[in-house]
């Protein structure tokens, strides 16, 4: 949509590469720790353009003012100083000033449409074609007349959606306050030379102009089109159907808009002394219509899918697709383009909250902070805090060791019903053991495809809960507790800054005074001391023989051949860092892959497949 708007990841430093006709920004990937949180970049030397950063995936990701398209334009104009953004060159007519793009009608003529477009004024009168037998009177300041209930062969038009008809793209109606109105539309005048155009790609209305051209601007007393060139007053043909004027610097043009017709464009032929196509005489009108080789009755209309109906009329079969706006603008942050069941068009809808916790154990919140912490007593992991409609306990273990721990048992509490989540993924439900699948009215207990974890879903709270039977533990809900959940997980309200937020509401620092904070149950529930401090590096070294050796299996994460395609998406930073951790005092020889695992699940969240990485790392299943 914005081909001017580009993206620039991971600045921290630049350098201005200046050739007396170009200059180039380079820079090099940053890596962040404070995730969607903003970021300050000073060193960005382009002034003019408003250029915001922003802590992603754990890279800085600057995004410089979105400029409009300039694709299809000959006539680029330089942008004015001060400006960011170059633009198409705009339209004068009857004293007023138009940009590039804008259509308009007269005021005293609402069938007389005006279209502005890199300096031309296109003239047509709208054609209307009504699809109903009682129509109504046009709607105020408009052309057509229009139809009861949005409806086209039997399929509900939106409000402000468009339908286009297959057969013919330029033939469309649109629904507006519960009238639908339909017309055909008048292609505006190029502005380029002919070996520039381009025919209309498929599903489209118009040709037009390929790439864009920065020219010279002549003067308001000449007017360019193509490489024509005229002066003020003077008028010619642009084509054997269409004549133009130059007034002060603008083309003026009028053209034939030509009527809907109700035959196949296969069919249609246009006369020689004609600038309009025509159907040609029908002999006898059928009763009935074949499609896909099934036979339709006159009158009747049927789906094609959830975009496109058709209906038989007179033994020709017409066609209609609902067209989805703006199909290529990206969703906002912390949003989602999904297919909703039964509908045409994919709607941005918030995404669900991610908390991940992995090895000794590390978090990663739903709002994306990242911190460690080992103890290993009882702790809320997350709950609803604002209804009570459900809570998450963990039990972390510290398996014999003097400064580790891992989540050893998940406990999770719906209403009337306790889950408890075992090692080596043995489930038990209100104290009773299940194997999975285990489906009941009000949660589903299944394994996942890869047989590595079992995964939890509550249909009552939406909940889902994974979990790897080692320590791997991934808790999703729904965007609707959005700001209303509270625990180890944070609160869940896109603000990372706030998530070390201790039971009794202070904002703190330390991930030991917060996780702390949240421990429940007795001393019972403890392998080790309440009372414990963070992993002090020097502590680490001295703890972790073969450091050398161990820090290489950490490295696994870096490796191109292994996780290269995730590189782009998601930093590998937090994870190697919590890799070293986990190795400090590993009871086994596999603690490295917890980090392993938590990286390679964001990546398939982020739509990533890393299909071999289990066995490029030796990481398979059941460590």
Known sequence: MFSRCWLLKAMALFSIVAAESDSTLKGYKQICLNEGEPYSVDVIMDKRCNITCMCKNGYVECLKEPCPSAEGCHMLLEAPKGECCSRCKGCTYKGKEYESGAEWRDPDDPCEVLTCKAGVVTVTKEQC??????SMPPASGKCCRTCMGCRVNGQTVHPG??????????????CSNGRLSCYKKACPVLHCSPT??????????????????SLMIPSQ???LLGA?????????MADRCTTCECSNGTNVCRRPSCPVLDCPPE???????????????????????VFNRITYKDGESWQLDNCRSCDCQGGVVKCVAQMCPNTNKPCPPNYKLVDLPDQCCPKCEESDGVCTVFGDPHYRTFDGKFYSFQGSCKYQLVADCHNQTFSIRVTNDARDTKISSWTKTVSIKIGLMKINLGEKRRVKINGERVFVPEIRPEVIVTETEDRNSVLVESKVVGIKVLWDGNSFLEVSVPAEYKGKLCGLCGNFNHLPRDDLRTRDGRMVTDPYKFGNSWRVGGRKACSRGTNFESVAPSRCTKIMPKRGQKERLCRLLKLPQVFGDCHQHLSYHMYYKSCLVDMCECPSKMCYCESLTAYAHECNRLGVSLPDWRSDTRCLARH
């Not at 025919?199 to 051209?213: A, D, I, L, T, Y």
């Open 221 to 223: 007393e000449k007017c």
């Open 267 to 289: 069919e249609q032929v246009t006369p020689e002394d004609s600038c309009c196509p025509q159907c040609p005489p029908r002999i006898k009108s059928f009763s009935h219509c």
């Open 196 to 213: 520039s155009v381009q025919p209309p790609k498929p599903g489209e209305c118009c040709p037009s102009c390929k790439g864009s051209r």
């Open 161 to 174: 959606r468009v339908v286009q008809s297959l057969n013919d793209p330029c033939s469309m109606c649109q």
């Open 129 to 134: 074609y009504v699809p109903c037998a009682d």
């Open 228 to 236: 024509h060139l005229s002066s003020n007053g003077q008028s010619f």
